[in-house]
């Protein structure tokens, strides 16, 4: 992320820069992920057992609900199969003797089984007699009878027996539940026909329920509900048990609340975990940065400060740390043998330098000197080369010719028009070699700038002025058309661009830049190519790029390049043109770069200047 959008509003969160910071940053995140999978691990485990030992804890409230109610059933049906098996009611059946009604249907033998209502039916579902008593005011209640007739008339009591001789269901009398028993009618000993059918029911209510299952129950016989459901709420589930009838369909539904200590338990469970594991990751990871600061960071920082110091006072002293066995010991001991390896080579360099400079300077000045004498050699050899546009001996025999009385006039004027050819031609020929010549007086001129220059800022850093650059690439893009045998395009921007540089050292530079680019297309074994170049300006920096369709370079080359002595070419000029040229871009406060996709894609060189502002006088020409 570049300096200007670092500071626009809206943008990314920023990764510290601070080895410090990022180590924080990155235990935290492992600190928060760390919590985070640690308690969806736990809820995974607890959660699902609590879930389990909770839906274990409903399924034995249904039984236990389904077990009362099948035994509050079964003792109807024991009472009724007590009156079914008996031959006094065998015999009532057939002779339906008052007696009998009187001693085993009165309200106090009704009160002593504990029945609320009580009916014999013959084979043919017929009623006998009915009964229906308050148990309390042991009165009868003629509207729960005649309700207790028509149900039994709904029933078919050979379906609701199963084949056997006694049976139980529920069934709903008016607004009332009550647990039935049904009983074939035969002798004590189970012999003889069966005469009919014996029914008894028995009153069950809510607080009955609560009696027997110690809950606070609800019968709801409205709507009932044909399946099992729970409802879970925050701290209790709602469960709903339905209450089959004698067709296996439900007839009632008994409802009630049960508190969720398990599901609340694996919740507190799992809350004491994850922060009882939190707490104590948190306690590791703490730990173990302060013994990275410790062990890592502090050295490092001193490692930096130390550096800032060589950096600063250039003085090369050694840091002084504690003797370490591990990789930080091994830093500081490498980085110490660095120092000193660096202050014997500063001394061995002091010693150098001095003598390099001035044959590296002489050899760098020969060499653009060659450059810049390519041109001369080039125009003076094509000058010395260049026949005669027209044959002498052809021209005075034209002359002479027409210089006679005798020749006709169609004649006359074929002369004519060849002799005005011949001078047309030498007048052209002359008008290209005065070119040519104009072309190799500038190249003298630049060969005698380049070693003025060299005497002028022998040991002096180039002066800097404003220069334009598109006149220095148009002046050498001329000059290079003439240094080599290949026909070579060149494209540049007319619109001046000015950069601080020293116009001599810069055009080299370019020289040496448009010769190389020239090389490499004559490499390729073509007899023509293309340069072009491109301007561009961006905060502050002007940055010229050349591109040719030579034949290129390894990208992996790229740094070497610019390496003394170095050149990617045979029986070239020594590699040191880019070394020369590199240099002089430093030492104008600009900067060089060779790039390439590869051999037989080209190459472009970036040369980066500083802007320098526009004089008036350039911005009008621009204008």
């Not at 840091?319 to 390896?341: H, Y």
């Not at 220069?467 to 220095?472: E, Q, V």
């Not at 880019?578 to 900067?591: D, F, P, Q, R």
């Not at 770069?593 to 526009?614: D, F, W």
Request: aromatic share 4%; glycine share 8%.
């Amino acid at each position: 992320m570049s300096a200007r959008s670092a500071g626009r509003p809206g943008r990314r969160f920023a990764v510290p820069a601070s080895l410090g910071a990022k180590l924080v940053l990155i235990l935290t995140g492992v600190g928060l992920l760390g919590a985070v999978a640690l308690t969806l691990l736990l809820a995974s485990v607890i959660t699902p057992s609590f879930n389990q030992l909770e839906q274990g804890a409903v399924d034995g409230h249904v039984q236990r609900t389904n077990g009362v109610l099948g035994e509050f059933a079964s003792k109807v049906q024991g009472t009724v199969k007590d009156y079914g098996d008996w031959t006094d009611s065998y015999n009532y059946m057939a002779d339906h003797n008052e007696t009998f009604e009187k001693d085993s249907f009165s309200p106090l033998a009704m009160v002593n089984l504990g029945v609320n209502g009580m009916a014999y039916l013959d084979n043919d579902r017929r009623v006998v007699i009915a009964r229906w008593l308050d148990l309390e005011s042991e009165r009868d209640v003629p509207a729960m009878r005649d309700a207790l007739v028509r149900t039994l008339a709904t029933i078919d009591p050979a379906k609701a027996l199963h084949g056997q001789s006694s049976a139980n269901f529920y069934a709903k009398f008016g607004d009332r539940l009550a647990a039935v028993g049904i009983a074939q009618v035969r002798k004590s000993d189970g012999s003889g026909d069966p005469r009919g059918y014996v029914i008894m029911a028995r009153t069950i209510d809510s607080k009955q329920l609560y009696n027997l299952l110690r809950l606070d129950a609800k019968l709801e016989l409205a709507n009932p509900q044909a399946d099992v459901s729970v409802t879970p709420h925050d701290s209790s589930l709602n469960i709903a048990v339905p209450i089959a009838g004698v067709t296996g369909r439900p007839v009632a539904t008994v409802t009630y609340d049960v508190p969720r200590d398990l599901s609340g338990l694996g919740r507190r469970m799992l809350l004491l975990a994850v922060v009882g594991s939190s707490v104590l990751l948190i306690i590791v990871l703490w730990v173990l940065r302060r013994m990275i600061v410790r062990m890592v960071l502090k050295p490092l920082n001193r490692v930096e400060q130390h550096m800032g110091v060589v950096q600063e006072s250039g003085s090369l002293g050694l840091l002084i740390e504690e003797p370490r066995g591990d990789e930080i010991g091994s830093l500081v001991t490498s980085f110490n043998a660095m120092l000193k390896q660096l202050k014997d080579l500063r001394e061995q360099l002091e010693v150098q330098s001095f003598t390099l400079g001035r044959s590296e300077s002489a050899v760098a000045v020969m060499h653009n000197v060659r450059n810049a004498l390519n041109p001369i050699s080039t125009v003076l050899s094509q000058g010395a080369a260049r026949q005669q546009p027209i044959d002498k001996d052809i021209l005075d025999r034209a002359l002479g010719e027409l210089m006679r009385n005798d020749i006709p006039d169609a004649r006359r004027q074929k002369l004519v028009a060849f002799l005005a050819a011949a001078v047309h031609a030498v007048e052209t020929e002359r008008e290209d070699r005065n070119k040519q010549n104009q072309i190799g007086r500038e190249a003298l001129h630049h060969v005698l700038e380049i070693i003025g220059q060299q005497q002028e800022a022998a040991h002096e850093r180039p002066q800097l002025a404003a220069c334009d650059m598109s006149d220095i690439v148009a002046q050498n893009a001329t000059i290079a058309r003439y240094s080599g045998g290949s026909s070579i395009a060149f494209s540049f921007p007319s619109k001046p661009h000015l950069v601080m540089a020293n116009r001599v050292i810069l055009s080299q530079v370019v020289g040496n830049l448009f010769s190389n680019s020239a090389e490499a297309i004559a490499a390729t074994g073509r007899n023509s190519g293309s340069i072009s170049v491109s301007i561009h300006e961006r905060e502050g920096r002007v940055e010229i790029i050349i591109r040719d369709d030579g034949e290129g370079f390894d990208p992996e080359k790229g740094a070497t390049l610019f390496q003394r002595g170095f050149s990617t070419r045979e029986h070239k000029s020594g590699g040191l043109g880019l070394h020369w040229c590199a240099n002089s871009m430093l030492a104008m406060e600009g900067a060089l770069e060779l790039k390439s996709e590869g051999k037989g894609h080209g190459a472009r060189a970036v040369i980066t200047l500083k802007a320098a502002q526009a004089q008036p006088a350039l911005q009008s020409a621009a204008a």
